[in-house]
């Protein structure tokens, strides 16, 4: 099906697709401003999306600012990040913390890797965690 109501004046399809490549990659670079895609060439159209495609991006914007601020990106494991902030925003069982991510972040976490993951908090960075939350709040109280 064309998009196009007047054939007579109607580019090609191709020229669309080029011009609309064009201004994606323009866009960044006209009003300094990042991208949220890991792609901008290769956007989505607006038709082409549905509910599947939405995701919850603003507590990792906010919370994950604070979360590296305080330091706690100093520790390696990924996880403890997305356990901290969805702890945050949806405070819950471990197995309503399962669900959150793989429902929000589209990250497929067991209860029981949570639990384990824990163990492995406690018994390796326990120590970490506790000397940089020490730090950060002598350093502002």
């Given at each position: 099906m064309s998009r196009c109501i007047f054939r007579d004046v109607c580019p090609q399809e191709e020229e669309i697709d080029r011009l609309f490549k064009r201004a994606q990659e323009s866009i960044?670079?006209?009003?300094?401003?990042?991208?949220?895609?890991?792609?901008?060439?290769?956007?989505?159209?607006?038709?082409?999306?549905?509910?599947?495609?939405?995701?919850?991006?603003?507590?990792?914007?906010?919370?994950?600012?604070?979360?590296?601020?305080?330091?706690?990106?100093?520790?390696?494991?990924?996880?403890?990040?997305?356990?901290?902030i969805s702890r945050i925003t949806h405070p819950g069982s471990k197995l309503q913390l399962s669900e959150y991510l793989r429902e929000n972040n589209r990250k497929e976490i067991s209860a029981d890797n949570i639990y384990y993951f824990l163990d492995k908090l406690n018994s390796k960075y326990k120590h970490q965690v506790e000397d940089i939350s020490f730090t950060y709040t002598h350093k502002y109280f």
């Open positions: 960044p670079r006209l009003f300094n401003q990042i991208t949220l895609f890991d792609d901008p060439t290769n956007l989505p159209r607006v038709d082409e999306l549905s509910n599947d495609d939405i995701r919850v991006a603003g507590p990792e914007l906010v919370f994950g600012k604070i979360f590296n601020h305080i330091g706690f990106n100093q520790i390696p494991d990924s996880l403890f990040k997305d356990l901290v």
